[in-house]
Protein backbone atom coordinates (compact mmCIF):
# COMPACT_ATOMS: atom_id res chain seq x y z
CA UNK A 1 0.00 0.00 0.00
CA UNK A 2 1.02 3.24 -0.98
CA UNK A 3 1.31 6.43 2.00
CA UNK A 4 1.39 10.07 1.00
CA UNK A 5 4.15 11.78 1.59
CA UNK A 6 4.23 15.42 2.19
CA UNK A 7 6.32 17.35 -0.51
CA UNK A 8 6.25 13.87 -2.85
CA UNK A 9 2.85 15.03 -4.85
CA UNK A 10 0.01 17.60 -4.21
CA UNK A 11 -2.05 14.51 -5.64
CA UNK A 12 -1.31 10.71 -4.48
CA UNK A 13 -2.15 7.99 -6.07
CA UNK A 14 -3.97 6.53 -3.41
CA UNK A 15 -5.94 7.70 -0.64
CA UNK A 16 -3.22 8.94 1.92
CA UNK A 17 -4.76 7.06 5.26
CA UNK A 18 -5.73 3.34 3.72
CA UNK A 19 -3.78 1.71 5.81
CA UNK A 20 -5.76 -0.20 8.00
CA UNK A 21 -3.80 0.01 11.15
CA UNK A 22 -5.25 2.97 11.66
CA UNK A 23 -8.79 2.15 12.34
CA UNK A 24 -11.06 -0.61 10.62
CA UNK A 25 -13.40 0.30 7.99
CA UNK A 26 -16.56 -2.21 7.87
CA UNK A 27 -18.02 -2.69 4.46
CA UNK A 28 -20.38 -0.36 3.01
CA UNK A 29 -23.27 -1.30 1.39
CA UNK A 30 -24.24 1.13 -1.15
CA UNK A 31 -23.30 4.67 -1.07
CA UNK A 32 -27.03 5.72 -1.16
CA UNK A 33 -27.34 4.32 2.74
CA UNK A 34 -25.01 6.27 4.10
CA UNK A 35 -23.87 2.87 6.78
CA UNK A 36 -20.05 4.00 7.37
CA UNK A 37 -18.22 4.21 10.57
CA UNK A 38 -14.43 4.36 12.29
CA UNK A 39 -13.52 2.94 14.99
CA UNK A 40 -10.18 2.84 16.08
CA UNK A 41 -8.79 -1.01 17.27
CA UNK A 42 -7.23 0.48 20.41
CA UNK A 43 -9.84 2.98 22.42
CA UNK A 44 -7.47 5.34 23.91
CA UNK A 45 -8.19 9.01 24.15
CA UNK A 46 -4.51 9.78 22.32
CA UNK A 47 -3.15 8.09 19.24
CA UNK A 48 0.59 6.96 18.83
CA UNK A 49 1.13 10.16 17.22
CA UNK A 50 -0.36 12.41 19.82
CA UNK A 51 -3.30 13.50 18.23
CA UNK A 52 -6.41 12.33 19.75
CA UNK A 53 -8.49 10.04 18.36
CA UNK A 54 -11.82 11.10 16.38
CA UNK A 55 -15.01 8.99 16.57
CA UNK A 56 -17.56 9.02 14.31
CA UNK A 57 -21.00 6.72 13.94
CA UNK A 58 -23.48 6.53 11.53
CA UNK A 59 -26.82 5.20 12.34
CA UNK A 60 -27.52 2.33 10.22
CA UNK A 61 -30.26 3.00 7.48
CA UNK A 62 -32.74 0.22 9.06
CA UNK A 63 -33.29 2.36 12.10
CA UNK A 64 -33.20 5.66 9.98
CA UNK A 65 -36.82 7.30 10.11
CA UNK A 66 -37.95 7.53 6.22
CA UNK A 67 -39.37 11.15 5.35
CA UNK A 68 -42.36 11.36 3.96
CA UNK A 69 -43.79 14.71 2.50
CA UNK A 70 -46.62 13.33 0.61
CA UNK A 71 -48.99 14.68 2.98
CA UNK A 72 -48.21 18.09 3.27
CA UNK A 73 -47.63 18.52 -1.19
CA UNK A 74 -50.38 16.82 -1.75
CA UNK A 75 -52.51 18.25 0.61
CA UNK A 76 -54.33 20.85 -1.68
CA UNK A 77 -55.41 23.13 0.97
CA UNK A 78 -51.80 23.17 2.12
CA UNK A 79 -50.64 23.56 -1.39
CA UNK A 80 -52.79 26.84 -1.81
CA UNK A 81 -51.43 27.84 1.87
CA UNK A 82 -47.81 27.73 0.56
CA UNK A 83 -48.48 29.15 -2.51
CA UNK A 84 -50.36 32.31 -1.22
CA UNK A 85 -47.61 32.98 1.41
CA UNK A 86 -45.18 32.75 -1.18
CA UNK A 87 -46.82 34.85 -3.82
CA UNK A 88 -47.63 37.39 -1.05
CA UNK A 89 -43.44 37.25 0.19
CA UNK A 90 -41.99 37.93 -3.06
CA UNK A 91 -42.51 41.54 -2.72
CA UNK A 92 -41.09 42.00 0.59
CA UNK A 93 -37.67 40.99 0.34
CA UNK A 94 -34.91 42.81 2.02
CA UNK A 95 -32.76 44.35 -0.87
CA UNK A 96 -31.29 47.69 0.74
CA UNK A 97 -30.75 48.90 3.85
CA UNK A 98 -30.20 52.67 5.03
CA UNK A 99 -30.16 52.73 8.38
CA UNK A 100 -27.44 55.57 9.08
CA UNK A 101 -29.74 57.97 8.00
CA UNK A 102 -32.70 56.98 10.99
CA UNK A 103 -30.45 55.70 13.45
CA UNK A 104 -28.44 58.07 15.48
CA UNK A 105 -24.87 56.49 16.68
CA UNK A 106 -24.31 54.27 13.24
CA UNK A 107 -21.23 56.46 11.48
CA UNK A 108 -21.17 54.26 8.46
CA UNK A 109 -22.47 51.48 6.10
CA UNK A 110 -20.50 49.08 4.06
CA UNK A 111 -22.00 47.15 1.71
CA UNK A 112 -21.37 43.40 0.83
CA UNK A 113 -22.66 40.87 -1.27
CA UNK A 114 -24.95 39.77 1.26
CA UNK A 115 -24.43 41.56 4.57
CA UNK A 116 -25.11 45.18 5.14
CA UNK A 117 -22.31 46.34 7.87
CA UNK A 118 -22.60 49.19 9.98
CA UNK A 119 -19.89 51.11 12.68
CA UNK A 120 -21.29 51.44 15.65
CA UNK A 121 -17.87 52.28 17.36
CA UNK A 122 -17.17 49.29 19.56
CA UNK A 123 -19.86 47.37 17.65
CA UNK A 124 -20.65 46.33 14.37
CA UNK A 125 -24.19 46.12 13.35
CA UNK A 126 -24.39 43.24 10.84
CA UNK A 127 -27.78 43.25 8.57
CA UNK A 128 -27.82 40.13 6.54
CA UNK A 129 -30.16 40.88 3.21
CA UNK A 130 -32.09 39.16 0.84
CA UNK A 131 -29.74 39.65 -1.82
CA UNK A 132 -28.47 36.24 -3.74
CA UNK A 133 -24.96 36.43 -4.93
CA UNK A 134 -22.82 34.09 -7.31
CA UNK A 135 -19.39 34.97 -8.72
CA UNK A 136 -19.24 38.38 -7.11
CA UNK A 137 -22.37 39.28 -8.78
CA UNK A 138 -25.43 39.93 -7.00
CA UNK A 139 -28.32 38.07 -9.08
CA UNK A 140 -31.56 38.34 -7.09
CA UNK A 141 -33.49 39.02 -4.17
CA UNK A 142 -34.95 35.43 -2.61
CA UNK A 143 -37.57 36.32 0.38
CA UNK A 144 -36.54 35.16 3.51
CA UNK A 145 -32.89 34.18 2.24
CA UNK A 146 -31.15 37.00 4.76
CA UNK A 147 -33.40 35.87 8.22
CA UNK A 148 -32.64 31.68 7.13
CA UNK A 149 -28.69 32.59 7.15
CA UNK A 150 -28.56 35.02 10.02
CA UNK A 151 -30.47 32.54 12.46
CA UNK A 152 -28.48 29.66 10.96
CA UNK A 153 -25.28 31.62 11.78
CA UNK A 154 -26.52 32.92 15.25
CA UNK A 155 -27.45 28.89 15.75
CA UNK A 156 -24.15 27.81 15.73
CA UNK A 157 -22.54 30.75 17.34
CA UNK A 158 -24.74 29.94 20.10
CA UNK A 159 -23.72 25.59 19.95
CA UNK A 160 -19.89 26.62 19.32
CA UNK A 161 -19.68 29.36 22.32
CA UNK A 162 -17.97 26.64 24.99
CA UNK A 163 -15.35 26.12 22.42
CA UNK A 164 -14.38 29.06 21.85
CA UNK A 165 -15.73 32.96 22.28
CA UNK A 166 -17.42 34.81 19.52
CA UNK A 167 -18.44 38.50 18.78
CA UNK A 168 -22.05 37.62 18.92
CA UNK A 169 -23.57 40.14 21.48
CA UNK A 170 -27.37 40.07 20.49
CA UNK A 171 -29.54 39.75 17.85
CA UNK A 172 -32.63 42.35 17.98
CA UNK A 173 -34.30 41.32 14.90
CA UNK A 174 -33.82 38.23 12.48
CA UNK A 175 -31.76 39.69 10.11
CA UNK A 176 -29.82 42.19 12.54
CA UNK A 177 -26.48 41.15 14.64
CA UNK A 178 -24.61 42.70 16.97
CA UNK A 179 -21.03 41.89 17.13
CA UNK A 180 -17.59 43.45 19.06
CA UNK A 181 -15.56 44.27 16.56
CA UNK A 182 -12.39 42.36 16.71
CA UNK A 183 -9.05 41.54 14.69
CA UNK A 184 -9.88 39.79 11.64
CA UNK A 185 -7.81 36.26 11.56
CA UNK A 186 -6.84 36.18 7.99
CA UNK A 187 -7.70 32.18 7.41
CA UNK A 188 -11.18 31.42 5.72
CA UNK A 189 -13.28 28.06 5.75
CA UNK A 190 -16.44 27.13 3.07
CA UNK A 191 -17.90 24.31 3.72
CA UNK A 192 -20.12 22.89 1.02
Not at 16 to 42: G, L, Q
Amino acid sequence: MAKFMWGSSLIPTKAPFNDTSFFSIPPCPSFASSVAYFEPKSRQTKSNNGYPRIFVSVMPPEDQQKLNLDPLINSSSRKEEVLVATKGSLSNCLSETNLHLTVSGLKSKTRGKVRDTYDAGKYLVLVTTDRQSAFDRILASIPFKGQVLNETSLWWFERTQHITANAVLSAPDKNVTIAKKCSVFPVEFVGE
